[in-house]
C-alpha cells in the first residue's frame, strides 16, 4: 500500500458564489513531486491556502501523516511538518537577506524568547547560513535589503526560506512564475534535488517543468479534481486534453 | 546626498554634549537648561520605548502616554501616602524611595500593558491605533475621577524621591541620573532588536504572512514587545513626576501619546537613537517658539510636515543616509 504524507477528503471551499474547491481529494505520497495544474482561476492556490491553514475549509479533512490537521492555526501546522511558498512572493522586505535566512533558519529551533545575544551571531546561524544562502545562489547578496532584490531573486530566496526548516511537505506556488531562463533551470534543479527527502507540492504553469519534475500530477479545473495519476497517464487522459493541456 | 556621518560619530557626538550640558549650562549662567534638557532626557526615554512598539514591532499605538501617566501616578499615590503617613488602601504603606518606588512604577505600567496590549493584539492596523487610544482615555478619565488624588487638579508631591548616595532634589544630580536611565535603555533596546526576540519582532512587523509561515506564532512577541515598551514608558513617568513635583491627568492624555509619537517620527522611526534626536529637537523648538509667540504650533506645524516629507527616515535617517 501507498505510503502518504496527506491525503485530502472531500474538501469543499466557497467564496460567495464561487466554488473554489469542490469534493476534492487526493493523496500525495511520501518522497514525491506531486504537481497540481489547471488554468488560471481553477483554485490551485485555494487548495494551498487550505492545507497550510490560512483558509478553513467548509466541508471535508486534511490528514498530515494520517492525523487530521484541519482544527490547527497556520503555526501549529508548520510545526507539524509544512512548508510554503507563496504565489506573491512574500519575504522580509525590510530585512536583509541574511536576516531573512536567519529568521527562518531560527524559527524552527526553539522558542525565540531570547532577549541578548546578537541573533546572527547564534551558533546555529553560524553554522548554516552559508550554506543555506549559497544553495539558493544568493551567497553574494547576503548584506542587501531583501526588498531589493530582484523579482527572481526573492522567489530565490522564498524558496530557500522555506527549505531551511526542513519541511516534511514542502509546497511551492508557481515557483518559476517570473523567473528568467536561467533562474528556472537553477530552480528546477534545486526542486528535483529534494526527491526523496522532501515530499513537495508543487503548482506550476510551466508544463515542460511539471512533466519533467513530477511523479504524480493532479489536475484542478473549476476547483474539481479531474484526473490524478501518473506523468503518463495525465498526459493519455482525453478529459484533461480537452479540458486543459489542449489549450497549450 | 554627498555628506553621510557615521553612526556612531553622531552617538558619540551626542553623548558627549549630554554630558557636559550641566557644565556648560553653569558656564553659561543658565540654570534653567539643566532642567530643560532634563525633562529632554525623560520624554527621549518615551519616545524610544514607544520607537521600540511602532519602528520595530510595527505597532502603531496612540496610547502610549497611558504607561506614562501610570508611572508618574504610582510613583505620586506612594509619595502622597508616606508623606500623609496613611497606608494605600489602608494596607500598603506609601514610600519616597526611588529604590522601590521606581521599579513599582514599571512593573505596574508593564502589568496594564500586559493587560491592554493582550486585549489590542486581538486587532490589527486601524483598529489597534483606536483600541489602544480608547484604553489610553479610559484611564485617562480614571485619573480625572480620583478624587482623593487630586482629581482634575493633579497631584503635589513637596520634594523628589529619596535615591541613596544621590541627592535627587539637586538639578544636576538628578540630570545625570535621568541620562543614566536613558542610555541603559537605549543600550537595552540596541541589544534586543538584535537579538532572536527583536529579529522575530522585525520580521513580523515586515511580513506578517511570512513569519506564521515560518511556524512563529507573531502575537506573543508583539505583545512582549508592547510590555517592555510599556515599561520604559513608566519608568519616563516615574522621572517626569520626580522632575515636575506634579502630576495630572494631562500625563495620560492622547495630546501626549501624540507628542510622542511626533517625536519619533521626527528623529527617524525604527532607529532608537532617532527618537532622542526627534525628542530634543522637538521641544527645544517648543521652547524656542514660545518665546516668540503663544500660537507656535502655527509655525512648529509647517516645520513638522518638511521633515515629515523631505527627510522620511526623519532627523537621524537625514543625518546618516549613505545615497
Ligand atoms: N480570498 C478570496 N476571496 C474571494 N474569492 C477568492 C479568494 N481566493 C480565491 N478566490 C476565487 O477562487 C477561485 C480560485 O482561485 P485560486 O487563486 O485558488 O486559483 P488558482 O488556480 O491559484 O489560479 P492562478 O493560476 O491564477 O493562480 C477564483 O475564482 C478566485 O477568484
Ligand atoms: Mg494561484
Redesign the pocket.
Known sequence: MADYILQVKGLCKS?GA?Q?SQDLSFGIQRGHIHALI?P???????VLNLLSGELQPDSGSILLNSEEINKLPVHKRVKAGLGRSF?ITSIFNDLSVAENMALAILAGRGHNFRFWKNAMAVDIVQHTLTEALARVDLSGRAEQQAGRLSHGEKRQLEVGMALVGGPQLLMLDEPMAGQGAGGTVELQKLISGLKGTTTILLVE?DMDVVFSLADQISVIVYGHCIASGSPEEIRRNSEVQNAYLGEH | MTSAIPKTVIIIAGALFFCSLPWAADYFGEQYLISLFTRILIYSLAAVSLDLLIGYGGLISLGHAAFVGIGAYVTAIFFHHSFVAEPIAGIVAGSDNALLVWPLAIIISAAFALIIGSLSLRTSGMHFIMITLAFAQMLYYFAVGLEKYGGDDGLSLYSRNQLVGMDLNNDVHFYFVCLFFLTLFLFISHRLVKSRFGLVLRGAASSSRRIKALGIPERRYKLVCFVIGGAGAGLAGALLANQTEYVSPGLLHWTLSGELMVMVLLGGLGSLFGPVLGATAYLLLEETLAMYTEHWMVYFGPILIMVVLFAKRGLFGFLTQKE
Open positions: 467564496f464561487v473554489a489547471g488560471n482561476g481553477a483554485g490551485k492556490t485555494t504565489q504553469h
